[in-house]
């Protein structure tokens, strides 16, 4: 099922139902809290075992859990493969496994975790109890494999829609990034939750300080901070409104906050997988959001690097190769993003209309002759001269432009010198970037970035293959409409909207959880448009359940009282 469709509730549900305490593997201990959070505010008996906490804490959870006083026990990979933990699991009535993200257990997958592969010894010790795995980004090959290493080969799969309507999807151009991204905040989501994703560590400390410095209130996540203060920074972005965490892929997984806004990418992802993965983490509320991706050229020189250098098997590393390619693929796709996304995960789907591509549908043009043109650059510079370059000197050659590095090599004196003058610097980088995604051109990672022929370019300059290209905007493409949103609040209830959110911020503060354990935005919309009287008109909206009417139904209904009172004044 998508990210925030509801995975959680398939093994709550018949942990409750069942005999005994229901066991859920997960892979971050952030989640695990904020679960446990949020089920104990239901009523639910729930806890969790992890390297955070005292250990006379950890003490009382298992003497909870041998007493059969919890409903659902969180436990992480590598903690409940340990002597002690076995031991105290074959002590305690097990209602069931749950495998949560388990996607990680991949070896050939975007998040792969090697002490996943140990749970498959659940089947071995406890043959009798029942097991579901879960995770929101699975192809149909990584679902077998989910299935052979977890020994569930003949376990039913439920595959839900990809599909997260109420997301737009936006690729762009990089140019100036952090202009671009800060555009972004400022003009569509300025005071909104936003996660920012980078590269690599150095970049998200240099851009969370940008934004800080911008008016921004950003914060900084990667591996490489102290435990504390990424935990601190961490607790601040669940708990408060308006934080804009950058991060590295390191933060996310699993996390539960639901009004998250927008997810901005300004370095290109390695797969498509975890690229799904990551912006769904925004818009889980079902309200409108964006996921914003910018990238060049320079990326796929990098990631291709990277993949190169890697220590991997070369089984693995063309692997990785293929996942980059599609990843390639989305953002040069010309039709709509959300079918060549969903189409990735065997899905088929119509065009979407929220996403670039639909809202302002890209101009496609025939790129043949421009790509012989490159071709016979890089074929020329190779054969005559016994050279490789990058693609930036590539496109000075073809655009006639006399630049110091041209005047030394004397390659104003090439043939192709000057034949691509009546194409701009930015088409000729949207050519690039195209041929790359259909392997038509090679990136020599050894070196500098080098270009070079694949034996699929033959066709194109043998004129045997035709070539349809995007043509590159110079404007940056916004969302035209909103969709899968909750109704625009009427004005006479905005007022009494903000009461509620004030109400909800105050008591969150006071028990210590995020703002949306208390209740979501949908539910405090409604009790706004709906001014509810008593309990009796409470019980009717969703996300008031028994447990939370008794614990905040008169609070609720004196701040909605005060507030209606003031707004009649």
């Known amino acids: 099922m998508p990210t925030g469709g509801g995975k959680s509730l398939c093994y709550q549900i018949p942990a409750l139902a069942r005999e005994g305490t229901g066991v859920v593997i997960s892979s971050l201990i952030a989640l695990m809290q904020d679960q446990v959070d949020a089920l104990t505010e239901l009523g639910v008996k729930a806890a969790y075992l992890n390297s955070t906490q005292e250990w006379q804490q950890a003490r009382e959870v298992e003497r909870a859990f041998l007493a059969g006083e919890l409903d659902l026990l969180y436990v992480a990979p590598e903690r409940l493969l340990t002597d002690r933990c076995l ?62 290493r977890l020994s569930l080969q003949e376990a039913p799969h439920f595959v839900a829609s990809f599909d997260r309507p109420n997301i737009c999807y936006r690729i762009v151009e990089k140019k100036e990034v952090r202009r671009q991204l800060l555009t972004l905040i400022n003009e569509e989501h300025p005071n909104d939750s936003g996660i920012v994703y980078c590269l690599s560590r150095a970049r998200v400390e240099d851009t969370a300080a940008f934004l800080v410095r911008e008016g921004v209130n950003a914060l900084a996540y990667h591996a490489g901070l102290k435990a504390e203060l990424r935990a601190q920074n961490q607790a601040r972005f669940l708990r408060e409104e308006g934080v804009v965490m950058v991060a ?36 889980r509320d079902g309200e409108p959001a964006t996921a914003w991706l910018a990238y060049g050229l320079q990326d796929v020189v990098q990631l291709h690097r990277m993949i190169n250098d890697s220590m991997a098997e070369e089984f693995h590393r063309r692997n990785q190769g ?37 809202l302002q549908p890209p101009e496609s043009w025939d790129g043949t002759v421009a790509a012989q ?18 693609g930036g000197h590539l496109i000075d050659i073809l655009r006639g432009k006399l630049t110091d590095r041209v005047k030394e090599y004397g390659h104003d004196s090439l043939t192709v010198f000057g034949v691509g003058a009546d ?12 041929l ?6 090679s990136i020599d990672t050894q070196g500098f970035g080098t270009l070079g022929l694949t034996e699929s370019s033959r066709e194109v300059l043998k004129g045997e293959r035709s070539l349809m290209f995007r043509r590159e905007t110079t404007v940056a493409s916004k969302p035209g409409r909103k969709t899968a949103a909750q109704p625009e609040l009427p004005p006479e209830a905005r007022a009494r909207f903000h009461a509620l959110r004030q109400w909800r911020a105050a008591t969150a ?40 009417l008794e614990a905040y139904g008169d609070a609720l209904l004196e701040c909605i009282a005060k507030a209606n009172t003031a707004d009649a004044f």
């Open 436 to 441: 790359l995604a259909q392997n038509l051109l």
């Open 322 to 358: 293929r996942q980059l390619d599609a990843m390639l693929g989305l953002c040069e796709t010309v039709s709509c993003r959300r079918t060549g996304l969903l189409a990735y995960f065997g899905q088929e789907t119509n065009a979407c209309g929220n996403c670039d591509t639909c």
């Open 509 to 548: 503060k006071e028990h210590g959880v995020p703002a949306f354990i208390i209740f979501n935005d949908a539910t405090l919309r409604q009790v706004a448009i709906d001014i509810p009287q008593n309990a009796d008109d409470l019980r009717c909206i969703s996300g008031i359940g028994v447990r939370k």
């Open 87 to 148: 031991d105290l699991l074959s002590r305690a009535k097990i209602s069931l496994f749950a495998i949560d993200e388990a996607h990680c257990v991949s070896q050939w997958g975007h998040d792969f975790r090697p002490e996943y592969l140990g749970l498959s010894y659940l089947a071995e010790r406890w043959p009798d109890v029942p097991r579901i795995a879960l995770t929101a980004t699975a192809t149909a090959e990584t679902q077998v494999e989910i299935a052979q």
């Open 373 to 390: 043109k490159l071709m016979s650059a890089v074929y020329r510079l190779w054969r005559e001269r016994g050279q490789r370059f990058g």
């Open 248 to 283: 590295t892929i390191a933060f996310g997984m699993g996390v539960n906050k639901p009004d998250v806004r927008f997810v901005a990418h300004i370095d290109l992802p390695k797969s498509v997988e975890g690229y799904y993965q990551e912006t769904g983490r925004a818009g």
């Open 423 to 434: 194409i701009s610097e930015q088409g000729w980088r949207g050519v690039l970037r195209q």
